[in-house]
């Protein structure tokens, strides 16, 4: 497999990834309010709300949820936290909304595990 075709599995699967996590958070009762939201800090794969929290997830799909977890550096979290801050600036409608970062860890032929306050920033 060439490069490019490996990148566009990786794409694909990951798209796949993020599919799966939505799911499962509409399931658990979350409103999907944003999917792949980019910007020039960063990119959150999905923000979401229940109730009066607003949740900014990280979705990583991997072969085991072990290395998804490890997969989400500091560096990442950073981007993540100024992509929320972005997010926030042009919705301040939720900046009263109590604000988490969870992470949904896909894995094949395995349930989506959703991982709540998977780590915290500050957005002050």
Do not use: C
Not at 1 to 14: E, I, L
Not at 17 to 45: M, P
Not at 69 to 76: D, K, L, S
Request: net charge positive; proline share 3%; no cysteine.
């Amino acid at each position: 497999m060439s490069g490019r075709d490996a990148r566009r599995t990786a794409f694909r699967f990951g798209l796949g990834a993020e599919a799966r996590a939505a799911w499962l958070l509409r399931l658990k009762g979350y409103r999907i309010l944003a999917r792949r939201f980019k910007t020039q800090a960063g990119e959150i794969d999905l923000v979401a709300s229940r109730g009066d929290t607003l949740v900014f997830i990280e979705v990583k799909g991997r072969l085991d949820a072990a290395s998804a977890y490890e997969a989400i550096t500091p560096a990442q979290r950073r981007r993540i936290a100024a992509a929320a801050r972005i997010w926030l600036a042009r919705h301040p409608g939720h900046m009263a909304m109590t604000q988490r970062f969870d992470a949904v860890f896909v894995s094949p032929r395995r349930w989506p595990v959703h991982n709540a306050n998977a780590f915290e920033m500050d957005l002050g």
